[in-house]
């Protein structure tokens, strides 16, 4: 059985404007530094490492952080907070397939790029039926994985108070959580497998990384 998953959002989830209001008390510079610790909140570090390590759980990332800052160095960055949990990957850039799926971005596209990364790095419909998961996100452009998401408030990040929902995900197959059907493929509106995600000019997966 796979790991279960964490698709994490950083901003409005790890970092989020309490912080940056108590931040100075708690000897950091109000300076921004764009992609450092400073930009992370211990508490919630802490509070999501302690799911991870009760789950077992791996981190893909889907914030825009992931378009800006090597995988490398965000792993660096968040083992300094106490992060550890395994960060194995990042879902792609598919926004510029908005066009072909109705002018219905803004309610589906990040859900879109997860489907995508399900669907090109587990074996089968029947296992991405049958993965754990869990979206972390102050946004709810999930589309057909809506039921899959903890959406915190972007002023406090993730709490106590959306802890319960995440073990709950964690422990729950998707074909448990959402409407499936059909010899065990799951039923997503739009049908992403031949999409092809670009980055930065660039043309080929986002799965698993190792760098």
């Known amino acids: 059985m796979n790991p279960p998953l964490i698709f994490l959002d950083i901003d409005g989830v790890v970092n989020h404007h309490e912080w940056w209001v108590r931040r100075k008390a708690e000897g950091f510079s109000r300076k921004r530094k ?39 160095r965000i792993r660096r960055v968040f083992a300094e907070r106490g992060l550890t949990a395994p960060v194995i990957g990042r879902t792609p850039d598919l926004r510029h397939y ?9 309610d589906v596209g990040r859900g879109l790029e997860i489907q995508w990364w399900l ?12 993965q754990r998961f869990v979206i972390i996100d102050d946004d ?45 493929r799951v039923l997503f509106k739009y049908d992403v497998r031949d999409w092809a995600p670009s980055w930065n000019q660039q043309r080929g997966p986002f799965g698993p990384e190792k760098v």
Request: charged share 25%; glycine share 8%.
């Open 98 to 106: 908005e066009g072909q799926i109705e002018d219905h971005w803004q």
């Open 119 to 130: 669907q090109h790095y587990l074996p089968s419909d029947e296992a991405v039926c049958e």
């Open 140 to 184: 709810r452009d999930m589309g057909d994985l809506l039921g899959k998401l903890t959406q915190p408030r972007g002023d406090r990040g993730l709490t106590d108070t959306e802890v319960p929902y995440l073990c709950k995900h964690l422990s729950e197959t998707l074909m448990v959580s959402m409407a499936a059907g059909g010899s065990g």
């Open 34 to 72: 764009p992609y450092s610790t400073d930009e992370l909140d211990p508490l919630v570090c802490k509070r999501l490492q302690e799911v991870c390590t009760w789950a077992k759980a791996e981190i893909v990332l889907i914030s825009t952080w992931r378009k800006y800052c090597p995988l490398g």
